[in-house]
């Protein structure tokens, strides 16, 4: 069963950190690209930051450029975002995508919330 399974959202105060991590199951991650998305209330989901396959290119919203990193551990099957400088704008659920050609699994979210 194909599975994509957010943690290591929660609340945190502006200006600090979290880490982000979405573990595959039913497929092998390496031989997808991989995406953070975050939608916040009553707006679009939009894209955070991708990452290729292999791991050697790296992709960010303008919003989050210099503040998040997308990462990859292939023989673990999981993906990272690394939340630096958050502000209150990053509140949102955030979720993991993969993507082969057509086959796009999407996981369930983790909510972010920064606030004081």
């Known amino acids: 069963q194909v599975q994509l399974v957010e943690s290591g959202g929660g609340l945190v105060q502006p200006g600090g950190s979290l880490r982000l991590s979405c573990a595959a199951s039913?497929?092998?991650?390496?031989?997808?690209?991989m995406s953070w998305y975050r939608q916040a209330p009553g707006k679009e989901r939009e894209l955070v930051a991708t990452?290729?396959?292999?791991?050697?290119?790296?992709n960010y919203a303008d919003s989050v450029k210099g503040r998040f990193t997308i990462s990859r551990d292939n023989a673990k099957n999981t993906v990272f975002l690394q939340m630096n400088s958050l502000k209150l704008e990053d509140t949102a659920v955030y979720y993991c995508?993969?993507?082969?050609?057509?086959?796009?699994?999407w996981g369930q979210g983790t909510q972010v919330t920064v606030s004081s």
């Open positions: 039913g497929f092998i991650l390496s031989n997808y690209a």
């Open positions: 995508k993969a993507t082969r050609g057509y086959r796009v699994y």
């Open positions: 990452v290729t396959a292999a791991g050697g290119g790296t």
